[in-house]
């Protein structure tokens, strides 16, 4: 069964780079069939999609990413180490949330929904 | 980016009663295969979200037979025909059209 555990600080300096990364066990990130995603939550709203890789040999790492976060993220791949990564560079306040890590399943042109996620991991931005 | 705007945003529920969601698009989800792309997700209490509903009305391995997802085009809803009292939490419908793929705000079911 795939699990999907994200890790990472959990207090970043305003203005500083956010790396966290998302390990991946019972299944390889190496596919053509499978998406893999960062979505977060800040404290008690609701669910924003950050981006997504597509981190088969065959796609090179295609990457997608929401406009909103203004070139800031990126997604990156390992899949020596069968995981993936976000950068998320001069964040604020505004970038408090859980992070989760999930992964989405193409079957040709359709999307099917995120699932598994990750337990999720809390980033604080604080001085 | 396309908006989905969730209703009700609280709805209280009765053990065995049913219970409907709502969800509207701003723009059609409706792909050219026929399939319409919307999501439901389930975050219950201090868990991740888990994924009820695919394409619409595809339900997810290992979901109840009492959801059900239907609708087409900028109109869905998601049906519960017989609520449980593991069913509480926050229920999202998301866009998965086109990117950036955006949720709804999410309707809190919970017992009353």
């Known amino acids: 069964q795939l699990q999907l555990q994200e890790s990472g600080p959990g207090l970043v300096k305003p203005s500083e780079t956010l790396s966290l990364s998302c390990s991946v066990s019972?299944?390889?990130?190496?596919?053509?069939?499978?998406?893999w995603a960062w979505i977060r939550q800040p404290p008690g709203k609701g669910l924003e999609w950050i981006g997504t890789i597509h981190s088969s040999v065959y796609f090179s790492g295609s990457t997608y990413y929401n406009p909103s976060l203004k070139s800031r993220a990126t997604i990156s791949a390992d899949m020596y180490k069968n995981q993936f990564s976000l950068t998320l560079t001069s964040v604020t306040a505004a970038d408090t949330a859980v992070y989760y890590c999930a992964r989405r399943r193409a079957d040709g042109v359709l999307f099917m929904g995120f699932d598994p996620w990750g337990p999720g991991t809390q980033v604080s931005v604080s001085s | 980016d396309i908006v989905m705007t969730q209703s009700p945003l609280s709805l209280p529920v009765t053990p065995g009663e049913p219970a409907s969601l709502s969800c509207r698009s701003s723009q059609s989800l409706l792909h050219t295969t026929g399939y319409n792309f919307l999501d439901w997700y389930l975050q219950k209490p201090g868990q991740s979200p888990q994924l009820l509903i695919s394409?619409?009305?595809t339900r997810a391995s290992g979901v109840p037979d009492r959801f059900s997802g239907s609708g087409s085009g900028t109109d869905f809803t998601l049906k519960i025909s017989r609520v449980e009292a593991e069913d509480v939490g926050v229920y999202y419908c998301?866009?998965?059209?086109?990117?950036?793929?955006?949720f709804g705000q999410g309707t809190k079911v919970e017992i009353q």
């Open positions: 019972g299944g390889s990130i190496n596919s053509t069939t499978y998406y």
């Open positions: 998301m866009q998965a059209l086109e990117t950036p793929w955006t």
């Open positions: 394409l619409g009305s």
